[in-house]
């Protein structure tokens, strides 16, 4: 989920990209395009950082080994970090105060967790890739948090693309957007409307009767509930749609 570069012209030096680190998907870093490994404390350390940001050892050593006594939670943390000034010495910023990734660390995640609209080229990938999660397979309550919340972002991103696209008179778009949405998350009743929105507004009432239909059915088996107010009132605009085109068809 990176952005690639051109390759370097015959003579030219290959430009150095620095550290890379990923979150969305699995852990991985790599440094101007080699991986590196990393022992397992030492990866959950760089992840923290790269989630939480700066943070002072107590704190850092509280949140990582919670539940275990102070001491040896804060022994842990010098063995992580032992660890991986060994193995990437250079990845932490150079400080005796707050423990923090260095300033040119590129982190996956930063698109998401920023406050603001989401780079459109970087929403296109997160979306081809499926909506990778958080470090899926991790489940420190750190992560957990993180987890929902960059979730519930991308999903945002991706509907509000969606309404601008409509509103913005190009629904096909939208309705990429939505079902991008709903593929990541098929029990969200937010992007079946823009879905059901996008299909009304190109004209595609049989498509939106389908759709409906589908949407009935799934929160039903799923979830065991009735479409929300707002849900039915498009389905019934289709409904209603569909049944003037019949009855033109038949006058």
């Known amino acids: 989920m990176w952005i690639t570069t051109e390759p370097a012209a015959a003579g030219v030096p290959p430009q150095r990209v620095g550290w890379r680190l990923r979150l969305l998907g699995g852990f991985g870093l790599d440094r101007d395009g080699d991986p590196v490994a990393l022992p397992a404390t030492a990866q959950r350390l760089v992840a923290f950082l790269a989630v939480r940001g700066a943070s002072d050892r107590a704190r850092t050593a509280w949140s990582m080994w919670a539940g275990k006594p102070e001491e040896r939670a804060s022994a842990d943390l010098r063995t992580a970090l032992w660890r991986l000034r060994k193995a990437a010495p250079e990845l932490l910023a150079d400080s005796t105060g707050a423990l923090a990734l260095a300033s040119g660390v590129v982190v996956d ?143």
């Open 109 to 251: 995640t930063r698109a998401l967790a920023a406050r603001g609209p989401v780079d459109p080229a970087f929403l296109r990938r997160h979306a081809a890739a499926g909506c990778p999660d958080l470090l899926p397979g991790w489940y420190d309550d750190w992560v957990l948090m993180h987890r929902e919340l960059l979730r519930h972002r991308a999903l945002r991103a991706l509907e509000d693309a969606a309404a601008a696209a409509i509103r913005a008179g190009d629904p096909a778009a939208g309705l990429g957007w939505a079902l991008e949405a709903v593929a990541a998350d098929a029990l969200r009743e937010s992007g079946h409307r823009l879905v059901l929105t996008a299909m009304l507004a190109n004209g595609n009432v049989s498509d939106a009767l389908r759709h409906a239909d589908l949407v009935v059915r799934l929160l039903a088996e799923q979830l065991g509930v009735r479409p929300s107010a707002q849900l039915m009132a498009l389905i019934e605009e289709a409904r209603g749609r569909s049944a003037v085109a019949a009855g033109r068809a038949r006058g």
